[in-house]
């Protein structure tokens, strides 16, 4: 599944994190690619991701297979990251100029190298932009996971994300499929919150998760400790809202393989 949406900080790293880190609790083998050069998804699972570890900036350009580049997050044995460091800040640019620029993480997502780490599930985790790391993300996934804060101006912005989806779809990968809407840093005191819930939920129906993830502090604390909510405050709200999310993701999943 690629987390993606261009506009900044709506939660596409927390979600990425605490949704891997909650079916890891449930015992599947999740992992996170951190495809944006902040790094953020590596600081929240607690993976190293100084400027010569071994990355995703690597994996891209050829250098590290896959597996070679994935770290155990110390929260999980079951929880694993490819870590992004400030490299891959520069990838962005050196892959305008490769062959098969598109897909090079699609071709490093190879069926033998997930086997040989044992994966359930992978979360890619992009950077708040539309380009060629996105893209990149939209073309070696089955899935797009779009969360979208429950704010004013929530909405604009996502008609660009839906028509590169398409563009995707159309040339470079047909199966791709938006499965997922999740409502995050939800504020019930305001009336705006509902709002834009509501109208998510008209303008996407079904795709859109029933669990609503609150606005809370134990959210916005965790990565300052390089840790998931999960791990840093198990019995939180936003813990628990993340753990439901990752229950729906999951039995969403069960569904598809006995329909198909
Ligand atoms: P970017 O576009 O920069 O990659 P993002 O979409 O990955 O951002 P996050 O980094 O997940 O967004 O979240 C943005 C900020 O909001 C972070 O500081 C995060 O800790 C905080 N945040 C995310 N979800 C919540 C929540 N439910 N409650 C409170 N704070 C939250
Ligand atoms: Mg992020």
């Known amino acids: 599944m690629t987390i993606a949406n261009q506009k900044g900080g709506v939660g596409k790293t927390t979600s990425a994190v605490n949704v891997a880190a909650a079916l ?12 944006d050069p902040q790094g953020n998804a590596s600081t929240a699972l607690g993976v190293e991701h100084r400027s010569g570890t071994p990355s995703i900036y690597e994996v891209l350009i050829g250098d ?7 770290a155990v997050s110390d929260q999980s044995d079951d929880l ?13 640019i050196e892959l305008v100029s490769m062959a098969s620029r598109e897909s090079r993480l699609k ?33 070696a996934a089955r899935e797009v996971f779009i969360p979208i804060q429950c704010e004013y101006y929530a909405l604009e912005g ?3 994300l ?9 040339h470079l990968n047909p199966s791709l499929d938006v499965s997922t809407i999740l409502l995050t840093m939800y504020d019930g005191r305001t009336k705006l919150a509902d709002q834009v819930a509501d109208e998510v939920r008209r303008h996407f129906g ?8 609150p606005r809370s502090v134990k959210v916005s604390e965790a990565p300052g400790y390089g840790q998931t909510v999960l791990a840093y405050d198990p019995g939180s709200r936003g813990s628990m809202s993340y753990m439901d999310a990752a229950r729906e ?3 969403r999943g069960v569904e598809e393989k006995e329909s198909a």
């Open 24 to 35: 890891a609790l449930h015992g599947l083998k999740v992992l996170v690619i951190d495809l």
């Open 64 to 70: 590290v297979s896959l597996p070679d580049a994935t």
């Open 80 to 92: 694993f990251c490819v870590p992004a460091t400030l490299d891959l800040a520069g990838a962005e």
């Open 107 to 139: 071709e490093a997502l190879t069926s033998q190298s997930l086997d040989e780490l044992d994966i359930d599930y992978v979360f890619i985790d992009c950077p708040p932009s539309l380009g060629l790391l996105t893209v990149n993300a939209l073309v």
């Open 158 to 160: 996502l008609g660009q």
């Open 162 to 170: 839906l028509s590169n989806i398409e563009l995707v779809q159309s």
């Open 206 to 213: 079904e795709v859109v998760l029933n669990t609503i993830i």
């Open 249 to 251: 993701v999951a039995e």
